[in-house]
């Protein structure tokens, strides 16, 4: 927008109709399944006036102000309004639309300035560029329902599964000459789906969907848990790839990372000057091999952060299924851990209580509710029941991704074929702990 244009007055008053007092009370118990549509930019009319909703959570900032290019980010125009005792932050902002560049200006109370993407935004700038971007979820048309409608009725344990891992940035190189070679969301979906079909996968799981910053993770150390990467286009180009899978009866399967998250300074670490979705302790809170925060699966707000987010790919993208990246990381308060890098639990030992009780709630929460659906954890050790009934305290997941077979196929295949015979085990032996 250019900085000889009037900028509007930001509106303040009433913010608690579009988040009410109902709405933070859920989150604050962290309850509030749908509280993607309330915090982050959501196209708005008040007064009979279009413009954009803005919406963050925020507990220890002095103030937030909503900095962008319709603004020509300026840092002292739109403050926002703390709306009551959980720290969320709301505004609405006449004439914004959609494709606007923005971020949370966060004032601490010792006088620090934190610029930070927004945690719920849908849209994020192209990298190397790391703000958010206002975008518009509803005016893609779905054509999947009858797909939705028979996931339905499907029970998965007793369906075909052909799984084909994938990242779209490195499936195959764009042949237009440009230094990434990225196919777009659109033009991947016109490929995969030929070649999926003719090798008769039913699936495909795609690696490194949500926004992040470093190609060399591959999407596996997040910034924006909600917002589909914009190296490969808009949100609604990543709809089009969904709805053409399904249109052809391939489901699609996300990789996702509630383990852990990056550290950049845009990002979630120390949001609002202290840790709010991560752990303060570093004991707790940090990965020293992997050089990320972990979550704080015992805060009420950031176990709705993760649930709401799996429910937010469920609903508004039509996934049909979660993998979840390195579970037996939450799990064990030791892993990639050396004496005195991490704490017992209450109980003196090594289970992450609180990360339990967040995979009973998710699976409880999803699988009730979506049982069509699947939850695929990614855990490679021997700890029981991952798939086991949350009755019978189990984690509740659909199956169980078998990362130490992988492995011992991989070995098994590596052996010259005179060799085999000898080592068949190899391929049995994860059968003693499957669960």
């Not at 085999?420 to 391929?427: L, P, S, T, W």
Request: aromatic share 16%; hydrophobic share 35%; with cysteine.
């Amino acid at each position: 927008m250019a900085a000889s244009k009037k900028k509007p007055k930001a509106v303040q008053q009433e913010q608690q109709v579009f988040i009410s007092e109902a709405d933070q009370y859920l989150f604050a118990q962290g309850t509030h399944y749908d509280i993607y549509k309330k915090l982050g930019a959501h196209p708005s009319v008040e007064d009979g006036v279009k413009g954009m909703f803005f919406g963050v959570w925020a507990p220890n900032a002095a103030s937030v102000h909503v900095i962008g290019t319709f603004n020509d980010w300026d840092e002292n125009m739109y403050e926002m309004k703390r709306l009551g005792p959980g720290g969320i932050h709301a505004l609405f902002i006449p004439g914004v639309g959609v494709n606007e560049l923005y971020k949370f200006l966060v004032r601490t109370p010792d006088g620090r300035k934190l610029y930070k993407a927004d945690p719920f935004a849908n849209y994020a700038e192209f990298r190397p560029g790391n703000a958010s971007k206002t975008t518009d979820l509803s005016g893609f048309v779905w054509s999947d329902e009858e797909w939705l409608k028979e996931r339905e009725g499907k029970d998965q344990t007793k369906e075909p599964l052909a799984i084909y891992e994938c990242n779209i940035g490195s499936w195959m190189k764009h042949p237009n000459g440009t230094p990434d070679g990225f196919y777009n969301y659109r033009e991947f979906a016109d490929r995969i789906v030929e070649y999926l079909k003719e090798m008769k996968y039913t699936h495909i799981e795609l690696m490194g969907i949500a926004e992040y910053p470093y190609d060399g993770s591959w999407g596996y150390q997040v910034t924006g848990y909600y917002a589909p990467t914009s190296r490969y286009g808009e949100p609604t180009d990543f709809m089009y790839l969904v709805n053409k899978l399904h249109k052809n009866k391939i489901g699609v399967i996300l990789d996702w990372v509630p383990a852990h998250f990056a550290t950049d300074e845009h990002g979630l670490a120390e949001f609002d000057g202290q840790c709010i979705f991560e752990h303060p302790d570093k004991r707790l809170g940090e990965h020293p091999d992997w050089g990320t925060k972990i979550f704080n699966y015992g805060k009420t707000e950031v176990k709705n952060f993760l649930i709401a987010n799996a429910l937010f790919w469920l609903k508004e993208f039509h996934v049909d299924g979660i993998r979840v990246d390195a579970v037996a990381s939450m799990l064990y308060l030791d892993y990639g851990k050396q004496d005195g890098q991490w704490l017992p639990n209450k109980y003196g030992g090594n289970k992450n209580l609180e990360a339990i009780e967040f995979f009973k709630h998710l699976n409880s929460v999803i699988l009730g509710t979506y049982p069509g659906f699947m939850t695929i954890a990614e855990e490679s050790t021997a700890w029981p029941k991952v798939t086991g009934d949350i009755e019978d305290d189990g984690l509740g997941f659909s199956f169980k991704w078998n990362m130490g077979w992988m492995h011992d196929f991989c070995e098994y295949m590596k052996l010259d074929p005179l060799f085999r015979k000898n080592n068949h085990y190899a391929m049995t032996f994860d059968m003693s702990y499957n669960d």
